[in-house]
């Protein structure tokens, strides 16, 4: 087993569902937040990726990670880096286990148990999820275009057109634009193609597009970055281009536009790597 680095401790604990009873007699408001807080501390001492001839697990200690829904997380071999990177997370883990740290976890994690039809108890949820996606489509902003102010529209230029035009090209479809205040229309058709791209994603990659397409709001971004048409960079650029816009006629407001431009790196960052493997 390849294991990162000594300071790790076993994943079920966390992962799996917990609930918390408490008796008034016993325990106060204060306890009970303390021993929640003791539960999702540091207990595992190494992390790593074990190999065998049927892909690559990833272990906290000796055992196994699992996914909520209590799925082991195995990895095909081609997805090697997103193994490890995987394990880096719970790696880097320090006293106290912070979930929005874990990215490819809970990527990896929503794939096995929701999106995945071997594993998924509800059928109807990855059909749901589809639905959810295309309705973005509907009001992507990419294809609401303003004509001023010029900052504004210099942007548009840089990092929607872009987008715009490899979607149209690579699928063959027309995509309709506006500078209305008007709901715009696409084609039927291009719904249509659109969605059988969405509905042949394997269940990582559709994981992958959600989080991407949630987090900038658009499902042309979403598309562009797990498809590798645009970078991080570009996608993130592209996903704020109003905020960025506003930065420059206005200026940036300290601890709130900065954090919003990092997060938006980090969560598309951990997307691109969710799907590296498919670039190979």
């Not at 790593?48 to 990833?58: A, I, M, N, P, S």
């Not at 055992?63 to 719970?90: C, D, F, G, H, M």
């Not at 998924?120 to 749901?128: G, S």
């Not at 996606?133 to 990419?142: C, E, H, V």
Request: proline share 4%; net charge neutral; charged share 30%.
């Amino acid at each position: 087993m390849i294991f990162l680095r000594s300071g790790l401790r076993s994943t079920q604990r966390i992962l799996s569902k917990r609930t918390f009873t408490s008796c008034p007699s016993l325990r106060n408001k204060e306890a009970d937040t303390e021993r929640a807080e003791r539960t999702m501390q540091r207990f595992w001492k190494k992390a790593g990726v074990k190999e065998d001839k049927d892909g690559l697990t990833v272990m906290l200690d000796h055992r196994n990670l699992r996914t909520p829904s209590k799925n082991v997380i195995k990895l095909e071999q081609s997805q090697r880096y997103l193994a490890l990177l995987t394990a880096a997370e719970w790696d880097a883990q320090t006293k106290v286990l912070k979930a929005h740290t874990l990215p490819l976890t809970s990527m990896i994690s929503r794939a096995i148990d929701g999106l995945d039809p071997n594993n998924c108890e509800d059928p109807r949820v990855r059909p749901a999820v589809i639905d959810k996606l295309m309705a973005y489509f509907d009001t992507d902003a990419t294809c609401y275009h303003e004509e001023y102010p010029e900052i504004l529209v210099q942007l548009q230029d840089t990092y929607w057109n872009p987008i715009l035009e490899w979607a149209s090209k690579h699928y063959n479809v027309k995509i309709n634009t506006t500078t209305d205040i008007f709901a715009v229309q696409q084609p039927q058709e291009t719904k249509d193609k659109l969605r059988a791209v969405v509905e042949a994603m394997d269940p990582q990659e559709l994981a992958a597009f959600e989080r991407a397409v949630l987090t900038s709001k658009s499902f042309l971004i979403g598309l562009a970055l797990v498809k590798h048409a645009v970078s991080v960079e570009h996608a993130s650029q592209a996903a704020q281009v109003e905020m960025n816009s506003q930065m420059e006629r206005w200026g940036e407001v300290e601890d709130s536009h900065d954090v919003d431009r990092e997060y938006m790196r980090q969560t598309l960052g951990s997307v691109a790597l969710a799907v590296m493997h498919k670039r190979q």
